[in-house]
């Protein structure tokens, strides 16, 4: 009964010893046939050279399978006359990519950087026979990787703005080296772009490219473990990001940080293209004093293409000064172009250095102009503001720069208009007047008060072509006076001898002693036919009637008795738009109630008046 017992233990024993040494599964001598080994485990095998009773066993395979990517190392340690060479073996089964063929009894292989997939080790019998043990040492690399294939930009991932993601570079599986991931950012306004990279091991070149995943708009590749980008100056769009492993291995990091731009808080861009006159944004329509605000970019960059420039559109509808002036970032410095109203004559342009900028005109007519805002140096944000302020009186009716475009003149009416305002190429040096005398005057007098900017000249003629008096003192003020005045019509100039701005202009043949720019009754061109009720009213002998157009009229002012007989015609005649001002005399008429009647366009209004006497 021992004896069985004995031989039992003994049987047992060879059994337990048996499946040590050849843990291996026989046949396992091709790739397809590979015995499993696990990660960071070790297993055993044997090798033998042909003898009379064995058949040559020569090479096992064993095959890993690698979730991650990582490092691999396998190591064989055999028994005393055993050598052992050994390859790691991509997953076709065929291509070699490391062996190792020391002599002796130990042998290893490492490779730093497979990507995850199966790979096989062949353990090939070099010389000897005998058992050995392998095992093997898998280290993930840090950093979760990114998801392949991302080799070009069609495949690029999304790197999201102001986050970070990761991935691995130089990686090697599958007959290939994964040399370059692509990633994208979609910039969503006009900003700045900041990608970097940091490393464990690899080292990187970082490239950005354009919208078109073709060309390179900024590039990279320092020496070291950190790298990095910076596009200041980018439009909205779809750029691409190139992380090129150039030299060893390892996971890395990536970090994009976007900032827009802004001045004072404000993001608002002006809308492209606005590169030509043609294409202006409408900045501000000024119909008197008045200031505007806005903002806009320049400097910014997308698709081979600069924005350089912005246009915008100022539409004055009077005669008045404007100023323009825009405040940008330090990054960016903006010089300032006014062009005419054709687009392309530059009439006034600043160009100083520094973040403001401004640049004014003191005498454009009423038009639509351009302001070109040009990037010198930089880019950045910009607020633009523009200032308009008008002259102190209404303007006078133009054309009027010859004596056959005259406007017609009352006397003892003040009138106010405009010198030295310019506007597609042409200034306004000359007003011209017209004034009919019924009867003789002693005296005529011809007195102008103008603003402080101006200063103008006073010619008298008694014909289109014949000066017959003149006054051109320096100064605001301006009087000409014409003896023994015979009746007939005389034509009043007013030119500009400096300057530019308003004025004011009355007829008289008493001496005109008031200044005549205080008349802000007649100073805005009126918007509606008017007459007023006389001053004074009763009246003896004589009263005045004012009254306004809106427009260029024929005017008739007539008086009425109570019957409804027409007495007398006080104007009938084409007149300017403008404010009006008539004396009626009542020495012929005697005291009672009488009407006035004024018809001027579609207009018609009759007011009651009273002579006493």
Same mark, same amino acid.
């Given at each position: 009964?021992k004896?069985?017992?004995?031989?039992?233990?003994?049987?047992?024993?060879s059994?337990?010893?048996?499946?040590?040494?050849?843990?291996?599964?026989? %046949?396992?001598?091709?790739? @397809?046939?590979?015995?499993?080994?696990?990660l960071?485990?070790?297993?055993?095998?044997?090798?033998?050279?042909?003898t009379?009773?064995?058949?040559?066993?020569?090479?096992? $395979?064993?095959?890993l399978? +690698?979730?991650?990517?990582?490092?691999?190392?396998?190591?064989?340690?055999s028994?005393?006359?055993?050598?052992i /060479?050994?390859?790691?073996?991509?997953?076709?089964?065929s291509?070699?990519?490391?062996?190792?063929?020391?002599?002796?009894?130990?042998?290893?292989?490492?490779?730093?950087? +497979? #990507?995850a997939?199966?790979?096989?080790?062949?353990?090939?019998?070099?010389?000897g026979?005998g058992? &050995?043990?392998i095992?093997?040492?898998?280290t993930? !690399?840090?950093?979760?990787?990114?998801?392949?294939?991302?080799?070009?930009?069609?495949?690029?991932?999304?790197?999201n703005?102001?986050?970070?993601?990761?991935g691995?570079?130089?990686?090697?599986?599958?007959?290939?080296t *994964?040399?370059?991931?692509?990633?994208?950012?979609?910039? %969503?306004?006009?900003g700045?772009?900041?990608?970097?990279?940091?490393? *464990?091991?690899?080292?990187?070149?970082l490239?950005?490219? /354009?919208?078109?995943?073709?060309?390179?708009i900024?590039?990279?590749?320092k020496a070291?473990?950190?790298?990095?980008?910076?596009?200041?100056?980018?439009?909205?769009?779809?750029y691409?990001i190139?992380?090129?492993?150039? =030299?060893?291995?390892g996971?890395?990091?990536?970090?994009?940080?976007?900032?827009?731009?802004?001045?004072?808080g404000?993001?608002?861009?002006d809308t492209?293209k606005?590169?030509s006159?043609?294409?202006a944004?409408?900045?501000?329509?000024?119909?008197?004093?008045?200031?505007? !605000?806005?903002?806009?970019?320049?400097?910014?960059?997308?698709?081979?293409?600069?924005d350089?420039?912005?246009? $915008?559109?100022?539409?004055?509808?009077? *005669?008045? #000064?404007l100023?323009?002036k825009?405040?940008?970032?330090?990054?960016?410095e903006v *010089?300032?172009y006014?062009?005419?109203v054709?687009?392309?004559s530059?009439?006034?342009?600043?160009?100083?250095?520094?973040v403001?900028?401004?640049?004014?005109?003191?005498?454009?007519?009423?038009?639509?102009?351009y302001?070109?805002?040009?990037?010198?140096?930089?880019?950045?944000?910009?607020?633009?503001?523009?200032?308009?302020?008008?002259?102190?009186?209404?303007?006078?009716?133009?054309?009027?720069?010859? =004596?056959?475009?005259?406007?017609?003149i009352?006397?003892?009416?003040?009138?106010?208009?405009? @010198?030295?305002?310019?506007?597609?190429?042409?200034?306004?040096?000359d007003?011209?007047?017209?004034?009919?005398?019924?009867?003789?005057?002693?005296?005529l &007098?011809?007195? !102008?008060?103008?603003?402080?900017?101006?200063?103008?000249? +006073?010619?008298?003629?008694n014909?289109?072509?014949?000066?017959?008096?003149?006054?051109?003192?320096?100064?605001?003020?301006?009087?000409?006076?014409?003896?023994?005045a015979?009746?007939?019509?005389?034509?009043?100039?007013?030119?500009?001898?400096?300057?530019?701005?308003?004025y004011?202009? #009355?007829?008289t043949?008493?001496?005109?002693?008031s200044?005549?720019? /205080?008349?802000?009754?007649?100073?805005?061109l009126?918007?509606?036919y008017?007459?007023?009720?006389?001053?004074?009213?009763?009246?003896?002998?004589?009263?005045?009637?004012?009254?306004?157009?809106?427009?260029?009229?024929?005017?008739? +002012?007539? @008086?009425?008795?109570?019957?409804?007989?027409?007495?007398? !015609?006080?104007?009938?005649?084409e007149?300017?738009?403008g404010n009006?001002?008539?004396?009626?005399?009542?020495n012929?008429?005697?005291?009672?109630?009488?009407?006035?009647?004024?018809n001027?366009?579609?207009?018609?209004?009759?007011?009651?008046?009273?002579?006493m006497?």
């Amino acid at each position: 009964m021992k004896y069985f017992k004995n031989i039992f233990l003994l049987v047992l024993l060879s059994l337990l010893i048996t499946n040590i040494i050849f843990a291996e599964t026989e %046949p396992n001598n091709t790739y @397809l046939q590979a015995s499993t080994l696990g990660l960071n485990t070790s297993d055993i095998g044997a090798l033998n050279e042909q003898t009379q009773t064995l058949a040559a066993d020569n090479e096992d $395979w064993w095959k890993l399978t +690698l979730l991650f990517d990582g490092s691999l190392y396998i190591e064989t340690n055999s028994s005393s006359g055993l050598d052992i /060479d050994l390859f790691i073996i991509d997953s076709n089964g065929s291509s070699v990519i490391k062996y190792a063929y020391r002599t002796g009894v130990k042998e290893s292989v490492y490779h730093a950087a +497979l #990507k995850a997939g199966i790979y096989f080790v062949r353990a090939y019998r070099a010389t000897g026979t005998g058992s &050995y043990t392998i095992l093997s040492r898998f280290t993930a !690399t840090l950093y979760t990787n990114d998801s392949e294939p991302n080799d070009t930009y069609q495949q690029a991932m999304n790197l999201n703005l102001n986050s970070e993601a990761t991935g691995h570079i130089r990686h090697y599986g599958n007959l290939t080296t *994964d040399n370059e991931d692509w990633w994208k950012v979609i910039i %969503p306004a006009d900003g700045s772009i900041r990608v970097t990279t940091e490393s *464990d091991s690899a080292e990187i070149d970082l490239y950005m490219y /354009d919208i078109n995943g073709t060309s390179v708009i900024v590039s990279a590749y320092k020496a070291g473990l950190r790298e990095e980008i910076v596009h200041n100056n980018l439009m909205p769009g779809t750029y691409f990001i190139r992380v090129y492993g150039y =030299a060893s291995h390892g996971g890395y990091k990536i970090t994009s940080v976007y900032t827009q731009t802004a001045i004072n808080g404000v993001f608002t861009n002006d809308t492209e293209k606005n590169d030509s006159y043609s294409s202006a944004i409408n900045l501000v329509t000024f119909n008197g004093i008045g200031t505007t !605000t806005n903002y806009g970019h320049l400097g910014f960059y997308s698709g081979g293409y600069t924005d350089y420039e912005d246009w $915008w559109a100022v539409t004055v509808s009077t *005669d008045g #000064k404007l100023s323009v002036k825009t405040e940008s970032n330090p990054t960016l410095e903006v *010089d300032l172009y006014i062009y005419d109203v054709n687009g392309t004559s530059v009439i006034k342009s600043a160009y100083a250095y520094g973040v403001n900028e401004q640049i004014t005109f003191d005498n454009l007519a009423s038009g639509k102009y351009y302001v070109r805002t040009y990037r010198s140096t930089g880019y950045g944000s910009y607020k633009i503001t523009a200032e308009y302020s008008v002259p102190s009186m209404g303007n006078d009716s133009e054309p009027n720069d010859d =004596a056959a475009k005259a406007i017609p003149i009352i006397p003892d009416t003040k009138m106010t208009g405009h @010198l030295g305002y310019y506007s597609n190429g042409y200034t306004d040096y000359d007003d011209y007047y017209i004034v009919n005398l019924p009867t003789k005057w002693d005296s005529l &007098y011809v007195r !102008t008060d103008s603003d402080a900017s101006l200063e103008l000249d +006073l010619y008298l003629f008694n014909s289109p072509t014949t000066i017959i008096a003149s006054a051109y003192a320096y100064g605001t003020r301006e009087i000409i006076k014409y003896a023994n005045a015979p009746a007939g019509t005389y034509y009043i100039r007013a030119y500009r001898s400096s300057g530019q701005g308003s004025y004011a202009i #009355k007829i008289t043949n008493k001496y005109p002693g008031s200044v005549l720019s /205080d008349v802000r009754e007649i100073d805005l061109l009126p918007t509606k036919y008017n007459i007023s009720q006389n001053y004074p009213n009763p009246f003896n002998p004589s009263t005045k009637i004012r009254y306004s157009l809106p427009q260029a009229s024929h005017v008739k +002012l007539a @008086l009425y008795d109570v019957l409804g007989v027409q007495i007398f !015609t006080l104007i009938d005649s084409e007149q300017p738009v403008g404010n009006y001002e008539i004396e009626l005399n009542g020495n012929n008429l005697a005291s009672g109630v009488y009407f006035v009647r004024m018809n001027a366009g579609n207009y018609s209004v009759t007011k009651k008046i009273m002579l006493m006497k």
